[in-house]
Structures are given as C-alpha cells and as structure tokens.
C-alpha cells in the first residue's frame, strides 16, 4: 500500500512539474513577442494590414448594419460613425508613422484606433452581422492586437479603453 502511495505521488509531482515548466516556456515565449524589438519596416507592415483590413470593414459593416434590426436607427447611425471615426484614425496614423522618425511615437495614435475600436468590438459580440462582417472584424481585431502588442497597450476590448 505504501509503494502504491509513493508511484503515485511521484507521478502526481512529475506531471506537476512538466506542466509548471511548459507554463514557464509559454509565459517567457509571451513576453519576448510582446518585449522584441521591431524595425519600423516592420512594424510599418502591420500599420499598413490594419488600415486594409479596416477599410475592407468598414465597407461591409455599413451593408451588415442596413440588414439588421439596428437599420433607421440611432444606433445605426453611432455605429457607422465609429466605424468610419476607426477608419479615419488608422489613416492618421499611417500618415503620423510615415511623418516621424521612430515608430514609438506613435503611441498615442495606436491607442486612440484600439479605443474606437472597443466600442465596435463590444457591438459585434453582441450582435451577429453575418459571417463576412464577422471575419473581417476577427482579422481587424487581430491586427490592432498586434499593433497593441508593439506598443506594450492593452488589447482591443481591454477595460482600460472607455
């Protein structure tokens, strides 16, 4: 019985450290993405896949709108107006990355699109608007997460933002 008791223990702290170890190599895998230096080509890149996708966006989500229930109304109307606020915040901060001379500046820039666009994510988790709409908003949010990541901000939906 106590043998039994002893394989089963060191089994149980086997299993215990091979996962505290691979939570460790996930953490340290983390922080190096989010802490790694970027070139500004690189991250130039990313700016220029946001503004894509959120112009690929905007334009669907204007149709989505005008087949929902929210058509006609004064939701209708915020909603697009943030889209296109996201739209016209992401072409400034292209236009801002491209005038400066260290992509870090443009902080403040990054952090107003992940703003806005808080308030259209937490719409589409409400309301479903097609599996068009969806996906376009999925790779606009994983974009602005990235830029998010570069900038060392929260994430898009983050209670930091309004």
């Known amino acids: 019985m106590r043998r ?10 086997a299993v215990l450290m091979v996962l505290t170890f691979a939570d460790a190599s996930n953490a340290q895998r983390r922080r190096e993405s989010r802490g790694r230096m970027r070139s500004k080509a690189e991250v130039k ?4 896949r946001v503004e894509d996708r959120v112009d690929n ?21 915020w909603l697009n107006r943030r889209a296109r606020d996201l739209e016209s915040a992401t072409d400034e901060l292209a236009r801002e990355f491209d005038r400066r001379d260290a992509w870090a500046e443009n902080k403040e820039e ?39 990541d570069v900038y060392n901000l929260p994430k898009v939906g983050s209670s930091s933002y309004r």
């Open 110 to 148: 990054v952090r107003r699109c992940l703003n806005i666009a808080t308030d259209i994510d937490k719409n589409m988790r409400k309301t479903r608007y097609g599996a068009t709409t969806e996906a376009n908003w999925n790779r606009v949010r994983y974009e602005l997460n990235t830029l998010a």
């Open 45 to 48: 890149q990313i700016v220029n």
């Open 57 to 77: 966006f905007v334009k669907n989500y204007d149709k989505s709108l005008d087949r929902s229930r929210a058509d006609g109304s004064n939701l209708e109307d």
């Open 4 to 13: 039994h008791f002893v394989n089963i223990s060191i089994g149980f702290f």
